[in-house]
């Protein structure tokens, strides 16, 4: 009885086979640790893999920058001294983050990217 091989098989026999014919040692990165991101850990799990893809690929979806923009006004949040100027931040802050729920809700719900 013939049995088709489940994806993850064909990746890991494609993997094999790549490593055997040295092509994955001229990767860039190959057997270097993978560097400690910000923005992969501020990345919902779900999403992490295909966001690297497309990075990977030079392509970044609009996600991946709205996240960069929580990041920096998280830290100007936290670095700022200036009451007023704070409260003018985290109001900025709050407003992209229920900017980027809507934006995920929206694709759990129609499940794609």
Same mark, same amino acid.
């Given at each position: 009885?013939? *049995? +088709?091989? /489940?994806?993850? %098989? &064909?990746?890991? =026999?494609?993997? *094999?086979?790549?490593?055997?014919? @040295? %092509?994955?040692? #001229?990767?860039? @990165?190959?057997? #270097?640790? &993978?560097?400690?991101?910000?923005?992969?850990?501020?990345?919902?799990?779900?999403?992490? +893999?295909?966001? #690297?893809?497309? #990075?990977?690929?030079?392509?970044?979806?609009?996600?991946?920058?709205?996240?960069? %923009? =929580?990041?920096?006004?998280?830290?100007?949040? =936290? &670095?700022?001294?200036?009451?007023?100027? *704070?409260?003018?931040?985290?109001?900025?802050?709050?407003?992209?983050?229920?900017?980027?729920?809507? *934006?995920? &809700?929206?694709? =759990? /719900?129609?499940?794609?990217?």
């Amino acid at each position: 009885m013939f *049995r +088709m091989a /489940t994806l993850d %098989e &064909e990746i890991a =026999r494609h993997l *094999r086979e790549a490593a055997a014919a @040295g %092509e994955l040692s #001229k990767a860039e @990165g190959y057997g #270097k640790p &993978e560097e400690l991101d910000w923005a992969w850990d501020a990345t919902p799990a779900a999403l992490r +893999m295909p966001f #690297k893809v497309l #990075k990977d690929a030079g392509f970044a979806p609009p996600e991946v920058l709205l996240f960069q %923009e =929580r990041g920096q006004l998280a830290t100007a949040v =936290r &670095e700022c001294s200036d009451d007023a100027q *704070r409260e003018v931040l985290q109001r900025q802050l709050s407003e992209l983050e229920q900017k980027i729920a809507l *934006r995920l &809700e929206s694709l =759990r /719900t129609h499940s794609q990217l």
